[in-house]
């Protein structure tokens, strides 16, 4: 064979070798892509069930590198805050908000996580930083109103709540019950005219709720319709005998027109629902005296005086749980006010919220169990 | 082609008017109630759209009246301090029995190196009749700062036919005895007046009805600078919340008719311990004749004193409804005034408070109780954005139905819940318990601006029967409001004059029959905030001409009754 032959025949081998090496890399890389993909696949099924740990296997095998890397740390930091380990969260959806600083959905997680802490400043930036970075979404501006009603903060709630009323892309449900909640905003400044205009823009909702027709008395009362807006709550009831809105109107209604008898009825039922609505006790308290029923009206003022001293204690503890997103004593404490006023649902909210911030805390897990 | 430019003219100008119109409703339709945003139109502006419009209901009377003053609070030291939020007050009196009313105002004060606590100069302008006034503080033998000065009382205490003085304020107070020649004597040592506390508002009135005024005194927080905490608001330095303060017990002191007083805190059971007193008013709320106390605190209960005789009282705010709002929450009072607003009779209670709170209109149940009925009343619909502070019922229209106007104005440089500076409110009322605010562009260009308000006082600073305003503002030139509501009805200005009673009936009730109604006036002691409001009391008669009755019950439990009276003018009514 000629030498030149010979070197041919070399080079073809060479580079045949070297076509195969880079298939084979190749095939190996998207083997192992493939592999990675289908683990993020296999830990949302488990999301979907529920399986929250068993996500987070899967995800933790692969890895944090590359974009699929990335959706895995951030399915992660799901798992973490839909299974309550809220500070373990907080590490990783703030590594992959630091990773990604233009990751909606990272300070999506990250707000939800903070939330559910009672961390309300740290939830807040979140949000608003969700609200830079995706204007079409409605849901970070409706946590933040109701961030900032809980804090009393009313103009920034109308504000939130007004802007994620602009949002047009979301079912009509939702915008109804935004618009609802921006109508109670409104309510609570004084706004009438613009709470009206607020429900005539969800008046289209069949049928309209209990919430809807208190919304609309209340508007009427503060045009001096006395009538209308009693007839109005009057529906309110007939829809949710319950509506603890509409019995509260209700009952004010009935003291301001000098109609103690009814009011005493309909304060009675409503302090029976919610034995921490010291609204209404202070109304039971203020019917009773016209009645002339001097004891009953004492009783009633001192517990609502005592209620109202146990939410002024939840607006000092709050506003310390916000300036320490992990203390899980002050979290505690907020759980022990909110068993005092009977609502379990809050105390247990607190209750988990401590844990998650010092699982130890055995005070905690005894008070969470049933 | 003639035909065509016209008609090309015409959708032009039909487009042109659509925009402009557009643009006109928008405007109106922009009914925000942003406290530096005047109201817009209100509903009978809208119905009567095509009405010529009458001018303003109030012009600034300033230039013409000359009463420039400014009261100073010492902010530019940046101390920061609560002091400086209170603000100062106005007080309308005829001080030298010439008919006309003359109007003094509080100076405030400031600081010096090493947290010194210096007074400013009060001033007194007296009315020369003919709408302008002429500062006499040094005449007078006012200038002489004494202390950080806030509030103003006015009230013949000595039963000399002269109107006298009481200046509060920040360690002190001062009384000032008009010697009848057009000057006063400061006698406040010598009359027994002790107090050293920080007093805001002050009130007068025969408490113990022996036939002399009385004073009750309503004291703030313990701010001193000893006591003196860093705040922050959005994080930068600002002024602390009251709520960082303790109370400070309220004083009464009872005239022993010698000139002198007597501290009879303690005798009248007046001793609780949580107030932060800004505003008091005197007044019998259950017909029983003998004056009561209504105290307007600061974050903490308003307190109801009743009166039990002997210069005994009981607190009874809880018991009668007045010392909470209608969720049971105390709120940030400052100003009251009092109205029959429903004309059953009763005196209804108003009081201004702060933001995120709504004004507090209390409705007397004959005498048992009250009800709070702001909502109801149409209060609640100007928002809760308002820091408000001095009020006074006038019937600025003399349709026979007292209306409300309110100063307002933030306490604190960076407020996250409202402005600094406010726009005032004024409130139509339909005599029927219910009032309508009235839109700025027909208040005034005053309603059209914002300010930093305080005390204000009304009456009628011109004789002219409509009722003035004078307003305080914290570090800027005080306002002078000159009535001009055009089409006003006919009216009957009504000065009471005691002789068994007090010389200043504090408590007297006139109840005028005109027309088939009867509208009752209260001779009230203190009222709105920090200041005095003209002690005549108004009529408002609409298009009636004719008086049938006027009822006057003294203190002193007489009755004056006076058949067929003139109109449109002052009538003295004195106690036989």
Known sequence: MPLATKKSVRLLVCLLLVIVGIGGWCAYLQTKSRTRKSLVERARACILRNEFDQAINFLNQVGHDGETGFEAVLLSGECLVRSGQLQEAVAVLSYAVERRPDCADGYRWLAACYYDLGAATQAVACLLRVTDLDQSDARPYRLLGKIYRDFKRIDDAIEALESASRITRIDQNTQAEILLELAQGYVEKGLFDEARGALVKCDWISPKSSAWHTLQAECSYADHEVETATRQVRQALRIGPNHQAALQLLARISLENDEPNEAVEIASRAVQLRPDDHKSRHVLSRAYRQLGMETDAEREEERAQRTRQLFDRLTELSKSAMDAPTDARVRLELAKVWIELGRDDMAATWLRASLACDPNLSEARDLLRP | ?576
């Open chain 2, 1 to 576: 082609m003639q035909t065509r430019r016209i008609w090309i003219l015409s959708i032009g100008l039909l487009a042109a008017g659509s925009v402009s119109l557009s643009i006109l409703l928008l405007r109106n339709g922009d009914s925000s109630l942003d406290p530096t945003k005047p109201l817009g139109k209100d509903k009978s502006d809208r119905a009567n759209l095509g009405a010529p419009k009458p001018p303003p209901m109030f012009a600034d009377f300033i230039g013409q009246s000359q009463i420039r003053f400014t009261y100073r609070n010492g902010e530019e030291a940046n101390h920061y301090s609560i002091l400086e939020s209170l603000g100062g007050g106005v007080a309308i009196l005829d001080y030298n029995e010439d008919g006309n009313q003359d109007v003094m105002l509080a100076g405030g004060g400031g600081f010096g190196d090493g947290q010194t606590i210096h007074g400013l100069p009060n001033a007194l302008f007296r009315n020369l009749g003919d709408g302008s006034f002429e500062e006499i503080t040094e005449f007078a033998g006012l200038a002489q700062p004494l202390f950080y000065s806030h509030g103003l009382a006015a009230a013949d205490f000595d039963n000399d036919g002269w109107s006298d003085l009481l200046v509060t304020g920040y360690g002190r107070v001062a009384l000032y005895l008009n010697l009848g020649d057009g000057t006063f004597r400061e006698v406040t040592i010598d009359a027994g007046l002790t107090d050293t506390g920080w007093s805001t508002s002050a009130a007068w009135g025969d408490l113990n009805q022996d036939g002399n005024l009385d004073l009750y005194i309503a004291h703030y927080v313990n701010w001193s600078f000893q006591n003196h905490p860093q705040c922050f608001s959005e994080g930068r330095p600002d002024v602390c919340s009251p709520r960082k303060f303790g109370p400070t017990k309220d004083s009464v002191y009872f005239n022993q008719g010698d000139g002198s007083f007597a501290d009879a805190t303690v005798h009248a059971g007046l001793v609780l311990e949580n107030a932060k007193g800004l505003g008091v008013i005197l007044l019998d709320v259950d017909g029983d004749r003998k004056l009561d106390i209504y105290v307007a605190n600061d974050t903490t209960d308003n307190h109801l004193y009743r009166n039990q005789g002997a210069g005994r009282f009981e607190e009874v705010g809880r018991i009668f409804g007045v010392a909470l709002d209608n969720d049971g929450v105390p709120n940030g009072s400052m100003g009251i005034d009092v109205s029959d607003v429903n004309n059953d009779g009763w005196p209804d209670i108003l009081v201004t408070n702060f933001a995120r709170e709504s004004q507090a209109l209390y409705r007397n149940q004959s005498g048992r109780g009250f009800v709070h009925v702001s909502q109801l009343a149409g209060l609640m619909a100007v928002g809760r954005s308002f820091v408000s502070f001095g009020v006074g019922f006038l019937d600025f229209d003399r349709d026979g139905a007292e209306d409300i106007f309110i100063a307002n104005g933030h306490v604190v440089h960076h407020p996250t819940d409202s402005t600094v500076k406010q726009r005032p409110l004024l409130f139509r009322s339909n005599g029927q318990g219910r009032f309508l605010p009235v839109s700025a562009s027909d208040a005034g260009s005053y309603f059209e601006s914002t300010h930093l308000a305080r005390g204000a006082a009304v009456g009628d600073l011109d004789n002219d029967g409509l009722i003035d305003i004078c307003i305080s503002h914290t570090n800027d030139s005080c306002a002078v409001l000159r009535n001009n509501s055009a089409h006003a009805g006919h009216y009957l200005k009504v000065i009471l004059r005691g002789k068994s009673s007090a010389r200043t009936p504090v408590g007297a009730v006139a109840t005028l029959e005109v027309a088939g109604k009867r509208l009752v006036r209260f001779q009230k002691g203190g009222g709105s905030y920090l200041s005095q409001h003209e002690s005549s009391l108004f009529f408002g008669l609409g298009e009636t001409d004719r008086v049938e009755r006027l009822v006057v019950q003294w203190p002193s439990l007489r009755e004056t009754a006076l058949l067929n009276l003139p109109i449109d003018r002052p009538l003295v009514v004195t106690e036989e």
